[in-house]
């Protein structure tokens, strides 16, 4: 019988070392790829989530800074990466979908990637300048359309071809009338000429930060580019209340994305670890105290249909400028 009883348990012994062998991890330290500079909100982001992916990892996630070709330098580094998991990389439409789409030589295609989790979604909002003499979306929209060809309304966004340039480009062209793109190198600049009042509008990503500026009337946040509104904004109308722009709903989502060749075995590893971190009650009051909203946990398929409504929706939006991809 003790016979029988030390031979059960080798065997046991030997069947749980046998699923340890055959459970995916991923050995050493894990990069967490940011497009942008230190102290800027995709960094902050990032370092909310690091330290529980670490956890359900199992290992360190260090988070990795590249700025650069407004994200290109970072997408480079992780391609050129091994595809095992041990970098993965932040991304948004501006990074991840748009460049292949606008810019001919863009080095990489939207296929290179393989998405991994969702994790924030950022909310847009219509700024005006303190003199623009509107105070609402409906007076904004008069004002654009009574301006002759040769004086419309200008606009900034950080660079041609970008998502703040192509949504008040699609918007006009719902609208029937033109706007002025003043292209900037960055966001700072343009602040400063919004701020000048040598610009009239702009659309930026929604953050609480943004409150005191309004508050002090620096500049007036007038419409919720997304029909999702932040609490903080909630008296305000979204865009899609008008007619003219029903179907008008846009946002900025982040998601995490490995490189296309990721064993499936690593991917689902990423993605249930992440997913723990989104339905993290800590992970949430974080974000949500920037303005920002944490979407559910999903598995891989339902990554990947938000992955590809995602393309789909934003392919549209070069399509309705006709944006022809600049060199």
């Known amino acids: 019988m003790q ?34 500079p230190a102290g800027g909100a995709s960094d902050i982001t990032a370092r909310i989530f690091a330290e529980p992916i670490g956890k359900e990892l199992k290992t360190t996630v260090v988070v990795e800074n590249i700025a650069g070709a407004t994200g290109g330098i970072a997408v480079q580094k992780m391609l050129s990466a091994p595809a095992d998991g041990r970098m993965f990389f932040q991304g948004s439409q501006n990074e991840v979908f748009l460049p292949p789409l606008t810019i001919k030589s863009t080095r990489y295609q ?40 040769s004086e419309p309304l200008t606009y900034g966004s950080p660079g041609v071809g970008s998502l703040y ?20 190198k960055g966001g700072a600049p343009l602040m400063q000429d919004l701020l000048g009042d040598r610009i009239d509008f702009t659309v930026m990503a929604f953050s609480t930060t943004m409150l005191p500026a309004v508050q002090a009337g620096h500049y007036r946040i007038i419409a919720n580019l997304s029909k999702d509104k ?11 209340e008008l007619p003219v722009f029903k179907d008008v709903d846009y946002a900025g989502n982040a998601a995490y994305y490995v490189r296309k060749g990721t064993p499936p075995a690593i991917r689902q590893l990423l993605n249930t670890a992440i997913g723990n971190a989104v339905a993290s009650p800590e992970v949430i009051k974080a974000l949500e105290a920037d303005g920002r909203r944490v979407p559910p946990r999903m598995s891989i398929a339902e990554a990947e249909r938000f992955y590809q409504s995602e393309l789909a929706r934003y392919k549209s939006v070069v399509s309705i400028t006709g944006f022809q991809p600049i060199d």
Not at 172 to 182: A, D, Y
Request: proline share 9%; charged share 10%; hydrophobic share 45%.
């Open 3 to 36: 016979c029988f009883k030390t031979m059960l348990a080798a065997l046991l012994w030997g069947v749980c070392q046998l699923v340890a062998a055959q459970s995916p991890s991923i050995a050493g330290p894990v990069s967490l790829v940011v497009p942008y």
């Open 110 to 149: 939207i296929s290179d990637f393989e998405v991994v989790h969702p994790i924030t979604t950022t909310r847009l909002v219509l700024v005006v300048r303190k003199g623009l003499p509107v105070q609402n979306l409906q007076e904004w929209m008069n004002l654009a359309r009574t301006r002759s060809a």
């Open 165 to 184: 340039h192509l949504l008040p480009d699609s918007m006009g062209k719902l609208m029937s009338t033109n706007f002025n793109h003043i292209p900037y």
């Open 230 to 240: 932040p609490r903080e904004l909630a008296h305000l109308p979204s865009v899609s």
